[in-house]
């Protein structure tokens, strides 16, 4: 269920900021959407260390489903967004034969190997950083957690930022 949210969550966000916002501020309000994965990782993290120490790991598995499933309910009402019409043949070609036009472009081959490598890091971090604290540094799971999410909620400042670097060098 994970797997699925998160697919719904990157093409459906990037859809309609790609559908409501002008190309100059597009990077910017990226940048801006791109925070509620660090920010939901640190509180998350941060909370649900607390929450372990506390009340145990179910409770904590429990606590943490039940926003999702509100905003997921929630999500159900929203209304829909004005498409950008475009003349194209999206859905015509192969899948090969998009594939091979997608590898032709040398900045998207080279971003999409950096965010491989981005994420085989990070994720690694993200998964075991807790663990190696509470076991090589004798933190408790609540100041593991805590210290974890904290470093997760820097990115609050760097995805804006970035958006805004990116939206200027653009014009």
């Keep these: 269920m ?17 559908a409501m916002y002008r190309k100059s501020r597009r990077a910017t309000v990226t940048g801006i959407w791109n925070t509620a994965i ?11 260390g607390w ?3 506390h009340f145990g790991w179910r409770v904590t598995f429990i606590v943490a489903g039940i926003p999702g499933f509100i905003l997921g309910i929630m999500a159900w009402f929203f209304p829909d967004y004005e498409n950008v019409r475009e003349k194209s043949n999206a859905g015509k070609e192969k899948v090969s034969y998009v594939l091979k036009e ?3 472009n040398r900045t998207l081959v080279i971003l999409y190997t950096s965010v491989a490598v981005y994420m085989l890091f990070s994720q690694a971090v993200s998964f075991w950083g807790a663990t ?4 090589m540094l004798d933190f408790n799971i609540a100041q593991a957690s ?14 804006p930022l970035g958006g805004m670097i990116a939206d200027r060098i653009s014009r």
């Excluded at 805590?146 to 995805?159: P, R, T, V």
């Design 38 to 48: 660090p920010l939901g990782l640190g509180v998350g993290m941060a909370g649900g």
């Design 2 to 18: 994970l797997g699925v949210g998160e697919a719904a969550f990157a093409s459906g966000g990037m859809a309609m900021i790609s």
């Design 51 to 53: 929450l372990a120490l």
């Design 102 to 104: 997608l590898l032709r």
């Design 132 to 135: 190696f604290l509470i076991r």
């Design 146 to 159: 805590f210290f974890m999410g904290s470093q997760a909620l820097l990115a609050l400042f760097a995805a």
